[in-house]
């Protein structure tokens, strides 16, 4: 089969690997139909260092069940499923919480050695906990937006609900990505009255008003703070979404955060330490929240909209590649010069 | 008048100073009947540099109105009252929120250069929205109860809200001080169900014991962290309350705190950075929060326990000293000698 490995930062590459197949009772194999890359896979694509690869890469998919194990008891060959983009087995005391990504026998894609969703087919570990079904082809027109039940909207949900939005709340978004975005038409869905979303990507920060931002902020920094408390009254707003994960990013958000505000961080930290004390996010009573989203705990309550079309978050691929295409699809990526690739096996 | 004046780390001095009078119409002057040494005077008294001061000192106290300015409504000459560690008006959209450490008009007490709670007299600002009146005498035994409300009962009360203890929730408190302390009060009060202390004062944790902790951890580091792990299955509590407020009780924080958990801090933070990235906060969803605690925001939810003896948190209070003994108060508190220290000018 085909697969997608990176070895560095940088270099990228799509190889004939051993086929995967079924190997523990609980597993499932998928073929995979549709994929993608995320934004998080440019942070290895800048930094993997050399000699720590090849890694299998990639973990948003939808596919067909080709087999499964003696006791997967949910799901059966020619199944239509997504997998999100950490791997639970739904039974244990986190996943009976909605915390999928600390179960306590689950893990991520890049724990697996052998496996990523950027590939013809997939050992799906756990997979009665880790897989939903769903009641479409594989060739429906709503795949692009089932796909991001995956991670991305699952992602932007996840931090608007951590972050606590509800009717009445001013929320601002730091990112112009695809979950940026999606953070923006959660925050929306929630209900949320004021959306800054603070971004520089003229394509983007249009689509980011369709998802329902009531202001956009191209300007960063000092600057970009300036502007967000100018358009609060001075004060900043109640809910900060944070969808990026450097450092600069989490600066502008405890100097966009309301006293008493909370905010809430889905962009996978490339930082250790950040500023905590008094004038940053203790003086003014501010919450951190946020991490990796348990997508698995969203899927049942994100797709009846999704199916109903009344929201269309695969409005972020903007562009459709073939399997051997991946290494460009990274490049195209990383210049900005797509938004989110949809990769079709 | 007679007042306490920091002149740098380790020397503290009681001088007579010019009479505090009423400047504002909002203004009320306040005779001091009992105030008291924080745990946070204690972070001034190691570190404040030469030639920054004198700082006037005190931010707990309870006393009678000596006078009132012409606007002020609520109180009159006579009554006795407790101040909140925090000035504020009360009727600002922060303190409708019950956020009145973030008042748009007040401030603390150490933004005032020539007023302090361990002296004779006050000057307190805003006294509508700032004081509260209590409905016993100056001498009454329940005063050592009522002063923490100024600050330690309510501080430990706000680390346990914001960290939102509840029926059932597992709490690990950090810090035997008097906040730490009536931290773990306040927990049992939410319905905490298991309350873990580390401290490693014996008097302290015993003290502990008796307002509610199910158990004690006298080691700190890793060792602790490990004790706490063993104490709750492996996992860590649900909620975790820091009561010391430098760095190495930070990092213990997120080693004891559950995944999906929170840790709330309330002892004022000794460090500007401190790790928030995957490995401490993200990865395992767990939520920072807490701050200065917004004391004038619990008063009246209090009071009736203490009134009615219910509970006691002025049992944190080990000595009684004059006003011209504060500096032994303040040597006594750091070696320790004294859990917290009431005075009595």
């Known amino acids: 089969m085909r697969a997608t490995l990176m070895y560095e ?10 086929d995967s197949v079924v190997e523990q009772p609980t597993d499932a194999l998928v073929r995979v139909t549709a994929s993608c890359i995320c934004g998080s896979d440019l942070h290895p694509y800048h930094s993997m260092p050399a000699g720590s690869g090849p890694a299998r890469m990639g973990h948003e998919f939808i596919g067909v069940v080709e087999d499964v194990g003696r006791d997967v008891a949910t799901l059966a060959e020619g199944d239509l499923v997504v997998a999100p983009f ?19 026998h689950g893990g991520f894609w890049d724990g697996l050695a052998t496996e990523g969703g950027q590939a ?14 769903l009641p479409v082809a594989p060739d429906s027109d709503l795949v692009p937006s089932l796909l991001t039940l995956s991670d991305v909207y ?16 001013t929320v601002t978004v730091i990112g112009d990505g695809a979950v940026g975005l999606l ?20 394509a983007r920060t249009d689509l980011g008003r369709e998802f329902g931002a009531t202001d956009v902020v191209a300007e960063r920094g000092d600057e970009g703070v300036e502007r967000v ?12 979404l944070e969808a990026v994960g450097h450092r600069p990013a989490y600066e502008q958000a405890f100097g966009v955060v309301r006293p008493g505000g909370t905010i ?13 004390g008094f004038t940053s996010l203790f003086g003014g009573n501010v919450t951190l929240t946020g991490g990796p989203a348990p997508t698995r705990a969203y899927i049942e309550q994100l797709l009846p909209a999704v199916l109903d079309g009344s929201v269309q978050p695969g409005r972020v691929f903007d562009r459709t590649i073939g399997l051997d295409e991946v290494p460009d699809g990274y490049r195209a990526m990383d210049a900005r ?3 989110k690739v949809l990769v079709s096996p």
């Open 264 to 276: 809430s961080r889905v962009g996978v930290p490339q930082y250790s330490e950040a500023p905590v």
């Open 9 to 18: 930062a940088g270099d990228v590459r799509v190889e004939t690997v051993p």
């Open 229 to 240: 408390r100018e358009l609060t009254g001075g004060h900043g707003t109640h809910v900060v």
């Open 154 to 169: 699952g992602t932007g949900w996840h931090a608007a609900v951590r972050g606590g939005v509800a009717p009445g709340r």
């Open 120 to 133: 013809e087919l997939v050992r799906v570990p756990l997979a009665d906990g880790t897989l939903v079904a």
């Open 337 to 339: 010069e797509a938004l």
């Open 183 to 202: 953070a923006v038409l959660s925050a929306r869905q929630l209900g949320a009255e004021q959306v800054i979303l603070m971004g520089r990507h003229r």
């Open 86 to 104: 950490a791997i639970s087995d739904g039974t244990c005391r986190f996943c009976r919480e909605g915390l999928h990504t600390s179960c306590e």
